[in-house]
């Protein structure tokens, strides 16, 4: 049975949303995902989850829901799914809304042991193989109040959905809801506003060793290639020329993550999936650079 037939045979989920792509964001051992739940964009169900309507479920999202892989811990039981409690891979920690969008952030299990297994595969999915894995967020729950409307640009009829029991997040490789972008490891959208240089102080950090010179790279780093336009031409050529936007100030005033993203497209003619990915793989750079000088 495939995921759509799985979704099908559950009638009051909510398939919508987005998760964002990004870097590993950890407190101590902690490990945190972040995801735009739901932009009110229509999904192919004809359906339109209000914004409010998340909003007022927030607090019974965060108090008893989970993350699971494709809705198995839900699911499960109904279509006889063996070990079903064991796709539970995390749970919700926080949850805020910026205009119609809802993005939550939410902390992955770690540990050993079976109960541990699908959420290390998770973050080892998105932290250690480059590029990182793509996985999109359907939004769990139960349908409480739907109205059908006309919409005033298309005049089409549309299904929204005006009062929810929100309980679950399920992270998917095929997500019925298109409108998503992949899966963010550090902050995005209204958690992307607070977390900063601040989070991680991007000039201190190159401070304390980054290399930008040749000399100071490993491996293939070693061999890249200077671009003489302004085009970039690989990735160790963007990240030397990021390195510099960042400590000469061009990348702005203590630049987050969304800056960076938004700087290199910008500025190198990436698209912003690219840019978004390659700023990931630099703020993995730096935070590697800093833990091994803390080593040494």
């Known amino acids: 049975m495939d995921d759509a037939q799985l979704l099908a045979s559950v009638p009051e989920f909510l398939s919508l949303g987005a998760m964002l792509k990004a870097t590993p964001s950890t407190e101590g051992a902690r490990r945190f995902v972040y995801f735009e739940a739901s932009n009110e964009g229509l999904d192919q169900q004809g359906e339109i989850v209000a914004a409010k309507a998340l909003a007022d479920s927030a607090d019974y999202f965060l108090r008893y829901g989970n993350v699971d892989i494709d809705h198995y811990t839900l ?22 809304q910026d205009g119609g969008r809802t993005f939550v952030k939410a902390e992955i299990y770690s540990g050993s042991g079976p109960a541990a297994e699908r959420a290390n595969q998770f973050w080892s999915s998105l932290t250690e193989i480059t590029p990182p894995a793509r996985w999109y967020p359907s939004v769990g729950g139960k349908v409480l109040a739907k109205a059908i409307e006309i919409d005033p640009k298309t005049k089409l009829r549309k299904a929204l959905i005006k009062k929810v029991r929100w309980y679950n997040i399920g992270v998917s ?19 992307a506003k607070c977390w900063t240089a601040a989070g991680l102080d991007i000039a201190k950090a190159l401070e304390a060793g980054y290399g930008t010179d040749s000399t100071a790279l490993e491996g293939g780093a070693a061999l890249r290639k200077q671009s003489l336009d302004g085009v970039v031409h690989s990735y160790f050529d963007f990240r030397n020329r990021l390195a510099a936007a960042v400590r000469s100030g061009a990348a702005g005033k203590n630049p987050g993550v969304q800056q960076l993203v ?20 630099f703020m993995r750079d730096l935070k590697s650079g800093l ?6």
């Not at 409690?85 to 995390?90: R, S």
């Open 262 to 281: 938004e700087y290199s497209a910008k500025r190198f003619g990436l698209s912003p999936d690219e840019a978004a990915e390659w700023v990931e793989r």
């Open 291 to 296: 833990n091994k000088r803390s080593e040494r």
């Open 173 to 191: 490789k095929t997500p019925v809801n298109q409108h998503v972008a992949a899966c963010a490891t550090v902050p995005v959208g209204a958690f």
């Open 75 to 96: 699911i499960g039981p109904k279509l006889g799914i063996p070990d079903y409690p064991l796709y539970e891979i995390g749970r919700p920690v926080d949850v805020r």
